[in-house]
Structures are given as C-alpha cells and as structure tokens.
C-alpha cells in the first residue's frame, strides 16, 4: 500500500509539473514566442556541443566507478550502458537507471556488493562536483543578493563562515567514522582523475546553460551559470518525487534568474536547458543502437540474420 501510494505521489508531481509549466509558459508566452523567434542557432549549437562533452564526461565517471570497484569496463561499454540505464530516471520511482545498470553489471559477473559500491561512488562524485561548483560559483551571486536585500553585509557573511564551518564539521566526522561507514569513505575517495573528470563535467554543464542564455540574446556571467546550474542539478537529484529532477531542477533554475531577467526570459532558458538536455539523451541512445547494428552486421561480413 505505501508503494503505491508512493507511485501515485510521484505522477501526481509529474502531472503538477506539467500543468504549472504550462500556466506559466501561457501567461508569459508573448515574451518567450519573441524570444524563441530570435535564437542563435550558433549559440544553440554550442550548448549542444558542450552537453555533449558533458555526457562524455559522465561516461567516463562511470567507468571511473566501475572500475574503484573491480568491475572493468571500456569506455565505449560504460558510456552505452550509462546513456541505456539514464532513460530510466524518466520513470516514476528514481531508481530505474540503478536497476538498469545494476542488471547490466550483473550480467557481466560483477558480484552484488561491488555494484552497489560502483554505483555510490559513480553518484556520489557527480553530487559532490555539483555541490562544489554551487558553493564556489554561485554562493558570491547569492551573497550579493542577500546583501542587496536589505542584510548587513557582515551578517551574511557569518551565516556564509557557519555553513562552511558546519561542512568542514561533517566532513571531518565522516573521515573519522568507523565500520561500515568508513569502508564507503574509502570507496567513494576521489583520485585526481577523478576530480580533473568532475571539473571539466560541471565546466561543461554550466557552459550549456551559459549558451543557452547567450543563445536567448541573454549575457549572463559564465560562474553563475555553473554554479547555478550545479545547485539546480544536486537539489534535483536528492528530491526521490522528481524522475529526473523534474520540475526542482527548473525551479531553482527560474528562481535563480529572475533577479537579473523578467520571467520570460528566465522561464524560456529554464525550459530550453530541459529540451535540449533530452534531446541529447535520447539521440545518444539512438546512435548507439546504430552503430551497434552497424558493428553487428561488419562481424557478420554483411550478411543479414536467417
């Protein structure tokens, strides 16, 4: 009964989603259609282009992952398995590309215990690269408005000094942590490689949405595109009614903006940074399976299945 009811919350909050995203594009559409007229198809194949890189990039933490925990894989294999399982967080429940993968791995005889820690290293990096790219982007933009706001300087900045001192707290009570516990510590330490790969990811990810907005005739600052885009891609992960961080990611996105654009503007940039981040999902999908038949009928000297 409760997983049921669990279920009907979450198409319950797809459904809200898309009713109040189109509340909002029709009480702002006459912006948004002007906006859509006059897009840079430069731009927007730039965006592309980096959301790309950026999917690359996730591959490769894949396998970084895969690999910490024994489970060797090719690039070429971690990227297709990855882009396969990522389909499934469009699916009500938030778990679907774990199970995807998790079969996958499973099929090429990694042990249970391996891909649960493969799989909680993998997420783990990318929360941590999008939660660092917020705290070092998009943190001196929220100070200004906070500031701007009517707050003493000096008060944001000891709300801003007790957070950090509360992460550096946490942090050191995690290294400190015994048993179970510290054994996920040491499987989710990041290697050099791995943060070099979380850096470029996020660099990437917040270059996307920083050509969007140039794309929309919108000149925002490269930082808090990363930064906000960083916020809005952790908050969305962590929030279990959300497939995909829908509707959360958007949000923070919008609300973000809106200090520096009227709502149309940010509205249609929010929207277009979801669009195109599908898009690219899914043609990666399809090409996969393109050059997957491709690669299959070579070995098979071009002759077709009996």
């Known amino acids: 009964m409760r997983s049921r009811w669990l279920n009907l919350a979450k198409w319950a909050w797809i459904a809200g989603v898309i009713v109040a995203a189109c509340v909002l594009v029709g009480r ?25 890189v950026a999917k690359f990039l996730l591959g490769e933490n894949a396998r970084l992952a895969a690999s910490r925990c024994g489970i060797e894989l090719g690039y070429p294999d971690a990227f297709r398995l990855y882009n396969l399982s990522q389909l499934g967080k469009y699916l009500p429940g938030s778990i679907w590309q774990f199970v995807g993968r998790a079969a996958a791995y499973r099929h090429r005889g990694a042990a249970f215990e391996r891909i649960r820690d493969a799989l909680v290293a993998e997420n783990v990096w990318t929360l941590a690269g999008a939660g660092f790219a917020a705290l070092l982007f998009a943190a001196p933009a929220s100070m200004k408005i906070i500031t701007s706001g009517g707050i003493a300087p000096a008060t944001a900045w000891w709300i801003g000094g007790l957070a950090a001192l509360s992460m550096l707290a946490a942090a050191i009570a995690l290294m400190r942590a015994p048993g179970k516990l510290r054994g996920y510590i040491d499987v989710c330490m990041p290697t050099p490689r791995v943060i070099l790969v979380q850096g470029l990811l996020w660099t990437m990810m917040g270059a996307a949405f920083w050509s969007l907005a140039n794309a929309c005739g919108i000149a925002l600052p490269l930082g808090l595109s990363i930064g906000l885009f960083g916020l809005a891609y952790a908050v969305g992960f962590l929030v279990p009614l959300a497939p995909a961080g829908l509707g959360v990611r958007e949000a923070i996105l919008t609300v973000g903006l809106l200090p520096s654009l009227p709502a149309a503007q940010a509205i249609t940039v929010t929207l277009l940074a979801r669009v195109v981040y599908v898009l690219v999902e899914l043609a990666l999908v399809a090409l996969q399976d393109v050059v997957m038949s491709w690669s299959g009928r070579r070995r098979d000297g071009g002759r077709s299945a009996p």
């Open 28 to 52: 702002a559409w006459p912006g948004i259609s002007d906006m859509l007229a006059s897009l840079d198809g430069r731009w927007l194949g730039l965006s592309i282009a980096t959301t790309l």
